[in-house]
């Protein structure tokens, strides 16, 4: 894939400054000299290519009155693929990812209060067959603003 010098002009723009209006892509283009179905194309290439892996609003869960939890499981090296697949398959996993530690399986879960959030437990208990599942409450948010430097 040819990523081009506005290319990297979208991902700036849209990273920092996506606007909130009923056609983001216009304003977008007008912005870079383009269309909105220009826009529209390139983000459309740039998640085929693998370059934008999800394109979306971050929202801050608890003003929207989510509970929130690290999780972290054991599990085997042979059930990798198939445990992730059954995690993944929840809606409020929003992050899952292997470190290296018996303890090796990390994930986020939200849910819209804590009974949801104990109730989505239970279901990833049922379908791993994994019971110990250790869970960390988030007590403190610390937001860090990621933006990638594309220069």
Same mark, same amino acid.
């Given at each position: 894939m040819v990523f081009d010098e506005t290319d990297r002009k979208l991902l700036r723009l849209?990273?920092?400054s996506l606007p909130i209006v009923p056609e983001p892509y216009r304003e977008v283009g007008e912005v870079l000299g383009l269309s909105e179905t220009e826009v529209i194309a390139r983000l459309r290439l740039l998640i085929e290519n693998g370059v934008i892996r999800r394109l979306g609003g971050?929202?801050?869960?608890? @003003?929207?009155?989510?509970?929130?939890?690290?999780?972290a499981m054991e599990v085997t090296a042979e059930r990798i693929d198939e445990v992730a697949k059954v995690v993944n398959s929840f809606?409020?996993?929003?992050? =899952?990812?292997?470190?290296? %530690?018996?303890?090796?399986m990390w994930f986020t879960l939200l849910a819209p209060s804590e009974e949801k959030?104990?109730?989505?437990?239970?279901?990833?208990?049922?379908?791993?067959?994994?019971?110990?599942?250790?869970?960390?409450?988030?007590? =403190?948010?610390? @937001?860090?603003?990621? =933006?990638? %430097?594309?220069?």
């Open positions: 849209i990273q920092t971050v929202f801050d869960s608890r @003003k929207l009155g989510y509970s929130g939890a690290l999780c809606a409020g996993v929003t992050h =899952n990812y292997l470190r290296e %530690d018996p303890i090796n959030l104990a109730e989505t437990l239970k279901g990833i208990r049922e379908r791993t067959g994994i019971q110990e599942i250790m869970t960390f409450p988030a007590e =403190n948010i610390y @937001k860090i603003r990621v =933006n990638f %430097d594309l220069d």
